[in-house]
């Protein structure tokens, strides 16, 4: 494979990612050329279609002994910088496999999974849980290298940001769970832990393999408390926990089995997810937002009431 190869781009991947301003736009012109100087420097072969998310590139590929792989591209932001050191650190227990990495692009060579199966076709929620509980510890359960993103830098810079953020919100009652996720975060401010952390560990991040039966993907490293990893678990699937009837039973059974299996302190955990809630909060509201999502108010309040 020579680096004139062609990537074709999908239209609707490059008319998402151009909206996001012009250094978006630029790395899109330059995708093409990237994926062919990579394909030939790596010697791969493309073996199907491109698949693409909101901020990656996906292509699957044949290494020169014919082993399947996927070319993984993305654009080097703060929340993927670390990736590769974060797969390193975990050695693929539990997650996919780094098999190389262009420090210069992020650019990763990964074990290739079946992106057709993810644990969201696991209908039993309580199972499917279950596994996503086991595969977390195993996960926060390795140390974070150095030099990774801090929690408590994030948190920090969250507590400065929200008496400006509140007042964006329509809602009294929302600026006051804001205000109350925002207190118990700044409670565990001086802990924020060291562990290696996924940050986005949810159903569809998690797929059939056959060197496991179930591994991560799309990890966000960051150093901190596995209580922080919680949320994404707690408000996957959500129209399966708004069906259940008692929304706020069907998050406690969630909370009650990750804590478990994690073995983490319930209040402690209870806090570190509030401060998730507040970071989704902040996001939203520099996005232009003026009211929660509903399942970050109903997590929040769920856990609030059964704090202990």
């Not at 002994?65 to 993305?74: F, M, N, R, S, W």
């Not at 039966?213 to 150093?223: K, R, S, T």
């Amino acid at each position: 494979m020579n680096s004139s190869t062609a990537l074709d781009v999908p239209d609707a991947f490059a008319a998402s990612y151009r909206a996001h301003g012009a250094e978006a736009s630029a790395w899109i012109a330059e995708l093409p050329r990237l994926a062919g100087d990579l394909l030939a420097r790596w010697d791969l072969r493309p073996d199907g279609p491109v698949a693409y998310g909101m901020a990656s590139l996906v292509v699957p590929v044949l290494q020169a002994d014919g082993t399947p792989a996927v070319l993984k591209l993305q654009q080097l932001r703060d929340e993927t910088a670390g990736a590769a050191a974060g797969l390193r650190a975990w050695r693929g227990d539990g997650i996919v496999r780094l098999l190389d990495h262009d420090e210069d692009t992020g650019t990763q060579l990964l074990e290739r999974l079946d992106a057709t199966r993810t644990l969201s076709s696991i209908t039993d929620d309580a199972q499917a849980m279950q596994i996503l509980a086991a595969l977390m510890a195993r996960l926060t359960s390795v140390p974070a290298p150095e030099n990774l993103r801090q929690l408590s830098a994030i948190t920090a810079t969250m507590l400065d940001l929200t008496p400006q953020a509140v007042p964006a919100l329509h809602d009294p009652a929302e600026q006051r769970l804001v205000r109350t996720c925002a207190s118990a975060v700044a409670e565990l401010l001086g802990e924020p832990g060291d562990r290696l952390l996924h940050w986005d560990l949810h159903y569809d991040n998690v797929l059939a393999g056959e060197r496991e039966p179930w591994l991560a993907i799309d990890p966000e490293p960051l150093a901190g408390d596995p209580g922080f990893e919680l949320l994404p678990a707690l408000d996957n699937r959500w129209d399966d926990v708004v069906a259940t009837g008692d929304v706020a039973a069907a998050i406690l059974r969630r909370f009650d089995l990750l804590t478990e299996v994690l073995g983490l302190d319930r209040r402690r955990a209870t806090g570190w997810t509030l401060g998730r809630v507040l970071q989704n909060a902040l996001w939203d509201i520099e996005d232009g937002a003026t009211a929660l999502e509903p399942a970050q108010v109903a997590i929040a309040n769920a856990l609030l009431r059964h704090r202990t």
